[in-house]
């Protein structure tokens, strides 16, 4: 899921029609989809989708026809020009829901475009140096040099907790990562040193590393607005999302030349073929290679 999705939500909520009906549906599509492991993020899309669409089709469940699916996703696409990533999105959450909670193959020849694969915006060392020294010293800089030096999503950091760190060796652990995955983070050293003091300090005993002054877990949300903040305070003209460092962490421990396959580790990258788009970003390598024309011999030089 990606970090703009806000206005797709509420888009898609002015959209939707209660009923009995559809509350049943929806309730059971949640319940198969947390059986599932899906992630509360997913599932929360997936209902607002079905709930969107059964008020469009306005049928009992088991009487919508393929037409009908193929009738309301072409809306989506020509009526409210969604993109080819939601359109996807769309059509996975009502796959899911017909063929996995009524049992109705329906949806298995119904094509959507794929999503593009655009190469991620980085922010440069220099940039991140800026929104280090233009961050809050405290909780806010340590957040900032967390995401960066561990490559965490957002959501991982704001529910991390003291026992999920070895700080003494340097290492962590994300527990229910995307796709419910446990997985091993590295740790930079200065930031332990960081992360110790901080803690000490700390008034409020609470188990969360990044908490509020009442001990509860900071929010996704705020850390988002604390970063946007923070990079325009750094005067970064570039958008600046938690999910920025994280592509800016993984590019450049490639340029660094670390392993392709330990950075899929550390990122919980499932595919090698999702981490293989930072090998389009990396551009150090790329600037060390000789263009042939100089490198010819007794060619005319221009007047």
Excluded at 86 to 108: C, G
Excluded at 157 to 171: H, I, R, S
Excluded at 178 to 199: F, M, P, Q, V, Y
Excluded at 269 to 287: A, D, F, P
Aim: hydrophobic content about 35%; aromatic content about 6%; overall charge positive.
């Amino acid at each position: 899921m990606n970090e703009g999705s806000g206005a797709i939500e509420e888009n898609a909520a002015s959209n939707n029609t209660k009923s009995p009906e559809a509350d049943a549906a929806v309730k059971r599509l949640n319940q198969e989809l947390v059986v599932a492991g899906y992630s509360p993020r997913t599932i929360k899309m997936y209902c607002i989708y079905l709930r969107e669409f059964l008020g469009n089709v306005k049928k009992r469940p088991e009487e919508i026809s393929r037409e009908d699916i193929v009738g309301f996703l072409a809306g989506k696409k020509s009526n409210e020009n969604v993109s080819n990533a939601t359109l996807a999105l769309v059509h996975s959450s009502l796959k899911f829901y017909f063929h996995n909670v009524l049992r109705r193959k329906i949806i298995e020849e119904i094509k959507v475009p794929k999503k593009a694969k655009k190469i991620p915006s980085i922010l440069s060392k220099a940039e991140i140096v800026e929104l280090i020294k233009a961050s809050e010293p405290g909780r806010d800089r340590l957040i900032v040099e967390f995401l960066y030096s561990s490559g965490c999503r957002v959501s991982e950091a704001a529910k991390l907790k003291a026992e999920d760190l070895d700080l003494g060796n340097f290492v962590g652990r994300v527990r229910g990562g995307k796709g419910n995955k446990d997985r091993t983070i590295i740790l930079s050293k200065a930031w332990c040193a960081e992360i110790k003091a901080h803690l000490k300090k700390k008034k409020v005993k609470t188990p969360f590393i990044f908490s509020k002054k009442n001990g509860k877990p900071i929010s996704t949300d705020t850390i988002q607005r604390m970063i946007r903040e923070t990079a325009k305070k750094a005067g970064i003209q570039k958008e600046v999302t938690p999910h920025k460092l994280r592509h800016s962490y993984a590019t450049h421990l490639l340029e660094a030349g670390e392993n392709i396959r330990k950075i899929q580790e550390l990122l919980g990258h499932s595919n090698l073929n999702t981490t293989q788009i930072y090998t389009q970003v990396s551009t150090e390598e790329l600037r060390k290679v000789v263009s042939p024309l100089d490198k010819l011999r007794g060619r005319p030089r221009a007047p």
